[in-house]
């Protein structure tokens, strides 16, 4: 258990809708890092925050948004839901801005 | 750009010795990263490498090479537990961290 928490765990949910998933990081940590994977793009980076401001952007899409909040719990925010948006999504700790990173058990999305 | 490569598959009997390699080429440098990930499970943090040479870490040891943009994990006394995907990743210039495809390990009795 590496103590980040996501919820939920599995959602299944239909085209054009819009879902918000939720990590709060491990105690103490001040950066969360949003990343999806599928089956034929590997992990890829969303988004990070520190501290409660964005630090660093990958290739997330205008449809999909991220915020973390005063107590450090991030949520990601996708829209317009597309069959391809379908993948796990994980979120990832670090207490600062560097070095290891923590991740949480994931959230299965399945868009149908 | 940045681009990192490793072996998609890798096989290995109970016991032996394994070498997963990893090149990478990145704009600028600020450490590189092997995760394990069983199929459906989040990854789990192995080891961490900033400086050249060998991190060893009980049956996992890591190596890196900056000048030659090298790195390599070595497991050692292969459980079959071991068998998973060994993920390396890279920290550049800015705070992402770029994944590799990762490495299908299977461990065989």
């Known amino acids: 258990d590496s103590g980040v928490t996501q919820t939920p765990k599995h959602l299944i949910t239909a085209t054009g809708q819009r879902v918000t998933l939720r990590c709060s990081p491990r105690?103490?940590?001040?950066?969360v890092y949003w990343y999806q994977q599928s089956l034929d793009q590997g992990l890829q980076f969303l988004i990070h925050?520190?501290?409660?401001?964005?630090?660093a952007k990958g290739n997330i899409l205008e449809r999909f948004s991220a915020q973390q909040f005063p107590d450090l719990h991030s949520e990601l925010n996708l829209s317009s839901l597309e069959l391809g948006d379908s993948a796990l999504y994980f979120c990832?700790?670090?207490?600062?801005?560097?070095?290891?990173?923590?991740f949480g058990p994931g959230t299965r999305l399945t868009v149908t | 750009g940045q681009n990192i490569d490793q072996p998609t598959e890798m096989t290995a009997t109970e016991g032996a010795i394994v070498q997963i390699n990893c090149t990478y080429q990145?704009?600028?440098?600020?450490?590189l990263f092997w995760y394990q990930q069983h199929a459906g499970e989040a990854p789990t943090f192995l080891s961490y490498?900033?400086?050249?040479g060998l991190e060893e870490k009980g049956r996992f040891s890591s190596f890196l090479s900056r000048s030659k943009g090298y790195s390599y994990l070595l497991l050692k006394e292969l459980q079959m537990k071991d068998s998973a995907s060994y993920l390396c990743?890279?920290?550049?210039?800015?705070?992402?961290?770029?994944f590799g495809t990762g490495t299908r390990l299977q461990v065989f009795p």
């Open positions: 990832a700790s670090s207490a600062g801005t560097g070095g290891e990173q923590y």
């Open positions: 105690s103490g940590d001040l950066s």
């Open positions: 925050y520190y501290n409660g401001e964005e630090r």
């Open positions: 990145t704009s600028g440098f600020n450490g």
């Open positions: 490498n900033v400086l050249d």
């Open positions: 990743a890279v920290m550049g210039r800015t705070d992402k961290l770029i």
